[in-house]
């Protein structure tokens, strides 16, 4: 189970922080994607983070202004938005899997419920 969180409404130029808490599964196994769904557009992976090494990937919009830490004695991911722009605006969702490229949506396996994040210019 994944439950995402800390979405919300901000002007751009400012900054959230969403949370992925996972329970039900190790943690540690696992990468945690993070990808969007903004209106009228399809999803679309942002960041993820292989807990296992900790490395992290981005997708080029995000680079520089969002980063995605894990705290694994908390089972829970960030994703820190910096500078946060109207484009930005979307349904957030935090995934778990193994994916092979990252930011392809049907190679995660768990999903949450999504956090609403907009961004007014």
């Known amino acids: 189970q994944l439950q995402a969180s800390g979405g919300g409404s901000v002007q751009a130029g400012g900054s959230l922080r969403l949370s992925c808490v996972v329970s039900?599964?190790?943690?540690?196994?696992?990468?945690i994607g993070w990808f969007r769904r903004a209106p009228g557009k399809e999803r679309e992976g942002v960041s993820c983070?292989?807990?296992?090494?900790?490395?992290?990937y981005y997708e080029n919009p995000v680079k520089g202004r969002f980063t995605i830490s894990s705290d694994n004695a908390r089972n829970t991911v960030y994703l820190q938005m910096n500078n946060l722009k109207p484009e930005d605006t979307a349904v957030y969702y935090c995934?778990?899997?193994?994916?092979?490229?990252?930011?392809?949506?049907?190679?995660?396996?768990?999903w949450g419920q999504g956090t609403l994040v907009t961004v007014s210019s």
């Open positions: 995934a778990a899997g193994f994916p092979t490229v990252w930011a392809v949506w049907d190679e995660y396996d768990y």
């Open positions: 983070i292989n807990i296992g090494d900790g490395r992290p």
């Open positions: 039900g599964f190790t943690f540690d196994d696992y990468a």
